[in-house]
């Protein structure tokens, strides 16, 4: 007998899988406060990749990071600084730009304006030789998730299923930003890149 949720042979749906894997991912937690503090997160976002091997793509590169309520700047920027670039401006998108989000109207609207600015300031500067690009990660495990959840109609599942609805399943812990500062995007200006697990939005 086929139980709800399940597939033929008993199996878990696709769907009841990637919300099994994302229940072993995150444990039920909120904060109550903003910004949201990393150090009692469980587990700890990750600010910088155990595996990776810096090449120096940077050298002589100045990185500005502008934001820091989430820790996706911290995390781009300590990866920049690893490949030889000094301190100094890259503007985070999120995925609510292109597909929306109901709950975060005013949040999604900035981040729509974020898009808008970085396509008018490539064709800004184009011609000085100045490369405006953007990234638009998915879900990603931040302490900027946990302060952000309603604390009156908070349900832990929310946190447990975090970025299980993306097709791979989980939410991110380190988006990369090193490739669009490098001469590897030498030809990109105007773009977006979308690290977001497979969602498809066409932007």
Same mark, same amino acid.
């Given at each position: 007998?086929?139980?709800?949720?399940?597939?033929?042979?008993?199996?878990?749906?696709?769907?009841?899988?990637?919300?099994?894997?994302?229940?072993? *991912?995150?444990?039920?937690?909120? *904060?109550?406060?903003?910004?949201?503090?990393?150090?009692?997160?469980?587990?700890?976002?990750?600010?910088?990749?155990?595996?990776?091997?810096? &090449?120096?793509?940077?050298?002589?590169?100045?990185?500005?990071?502008?934001?820091?309520? &989430?820790?996706?700047?911290?995390?781009?920027?300590?990866?920049?600084?690893?490949?030889?670039?000094?301190?100094?401006?890259?503007?985070?998108?999120?995925?609510?730009?292109?597909?929306?989000?109901?709950?975060?109207?005013?949040?999604?609207?900035?981040?729509?304006? %974020?898009?808008?600015?970085?396509?008018?300031?490539?064709?800004?500067?184009?011609?000085?030789?100045?490369?405006?690009?953007?990234?638009?990660?998915?879900?990603?495990?931040?302490?900027? %998730?946990?302060?952000?959840?309603?604390? %009156?109609?908070?349900?832990?599942?929310?946190?447990?299923?975090?970025?299980?609805?993306?097709?791979?399943?989980?939410?991110?812990?380190?988006? &990369?930003?090193?490739?669009?500062?490098?001469?590897?995007?030498?030809?990109?200006?105007? *773009?977006?890149?979308?690290?977001?697990?497979?969602?498809?939005?066409?932007?």
């Amino acid at each position: 007998m086929v139980k709800a949720g399940q597939g033929r042979a008993g199996h878990l749906s696709e769907k009841e899988k990637r919300r099994e894997m994302a229940s072993k *991912q995150f444990l039920p937690q909120k *904060q109550d406060t903003q910004p949201g503090k990393e150090h009692v997160m469980e587990p700890t976002p990750q600010a910088t990749c155990p595996h990776h091997k810096p &090449s120096r793509k940077l050298e002589g590169k100045v990185a500005l990071v502008t934001g820091g309520d &989430s820790g996706i700047g911290r995390a781009g920027l300590r990866r920049k600084l690893q490949e030889g670039s000094g301190p100094g401006h890259q503007c985070i998108c999120k995925v609510n730009a292109y597909k929306g989000n109901p709950k975060l109207l005013d949040y999604t609207s900035t981040k729509g304006a %974020i898009v808008a600015f970085t396509r008018g300031l490539a064709l800004q500067v184009v011609k000085s030789g100045i490369r405006v690009n953007g990234v638009v990660p998915g879900p990603v495990w931040t302490s900027l %998730i946990l302060a952000s959840f309603d604390p %009156i109609r908070f349900d832990p599942q929310e946190v447990e299923t975090f970025g299980v609805e993306v097709p791979m399943g989980r939410a991110a812990q380190l988006p &990369s930003y090193v490739c669009l500062a490098s001469q590897d995007s030498s030809y990109y200006t105007g *773009q977006v890149l979308h690290p977001n697990g497979g969602v498809i939005v066409n932007g």
